[in-house]
């Protein structure tokens, strides 16, 4: 079947801190791989995205690599700050079909 | 941008009530959802649609329905709202097409069933 694992939180870091928060997946076919965001009190929208094998998805200072071999796609940035504080949801769909498999999101808290 | 409206930010219902939750999207996508996000669970989806009239079952479809009268509009429908149907309601929708793989979201209805 198709599903996304991601690690558990919450998370809390100190400000400038180095951030990664790991994704695998289960695909049947071959997967677009997504990072979505949510920031208190709101929807989630897209942070990043990769529809191939090595792909790097980058957006605001966050990266995140498509990684076949290893069915990886763990976001990462280099110094996070207080505003980065939201959950995390990695996803995936595949090009046929119309489903979006979400993680259960990492709540990220980053404090001064 | 791409705005996915849903109706009510905040509701509280009584067990047995017929809730009705509302979404529109103004960018003419063929395909809207319909997910429920729990503590610990995530995003679980529970009905989509990929045209007028036309739905599918999601992961958990039990205890609700939808509705798609017009491209523009999905409905959630709660037909006999229980406790265990308190959670955050997410809308969202997307076109068709490798250019439109993103799903753009609403911001959610936050459902207390008392």
């Known amino acids: 079947g198709n599903s996304v694992t991601q690690m558990e939180g919450p998370v809390t870091l100190s400000e400038e801190a180095f951030l990664t928060i790991n994704c695998t997946y289960t695909a049947t076919g071959y997967p677009s791989l997504f990072w979505y965001v949510q920031y208190p009190g709101e929807g989630l929208q897209l942070l990043l995205k990769?529809?191939?094998?090595?792909d790097k998805g980058s957006n605001k200072g966050f990266e995140a690599t498509y990684r076949k071999e290893t069915t990886s796609f763990h976001l990462e940035k280099g110094s996070v700050q207080v505003s980065d504080s939201a959950v995390y949801f990695c996803?995936?769909?595949?090009?046929?079909?119309?489903?979006?498999?979400f993680g259960t999101g990492t709540s990220l808290t980053v404090i001064p | 941008d791409v705005k996915v409206t849903q109706s009510s930010r905040y509701l509280v219902k009584r067990t047995g009530e017929k809730v009705f939750l509302e979404c529109v999207q103004d960018?003419?996508?063929?395909?809207m959802f319909w997910y429920r996000q729990d503590p610990g669970l995530g995003l679980r989806l529970i009905y989509f649609?990929?045209?007028?009239?036309?739905?599918e079952k999601g992961d958990i479809p039990e205890g609700y329905s939808v509705s798609r009268e017009k491209k523009e509009r999905f409905s959630l429908i709660l037909e006999s709202a229980s406790t265990n149907q308190t959670s955050m309601y997410l809308c969202a929708s997307r076109g068709t097409g490798a250019t439109n793989e993103k799903l753009f979201f609403g911001s959610g209805t936050q459902l207390s069933v008392l």
């Open positions: 649609s990929y045209d007028v009239k036309m739905k």
């Open positions: 996803a995936l769909s595949l090009n046929t079909g119309n489903q979006f498999y």
């Open positions: 990769a529809t191939k094998a090595d």
């Open positions: 960018m003419d996508h063929e395909n």
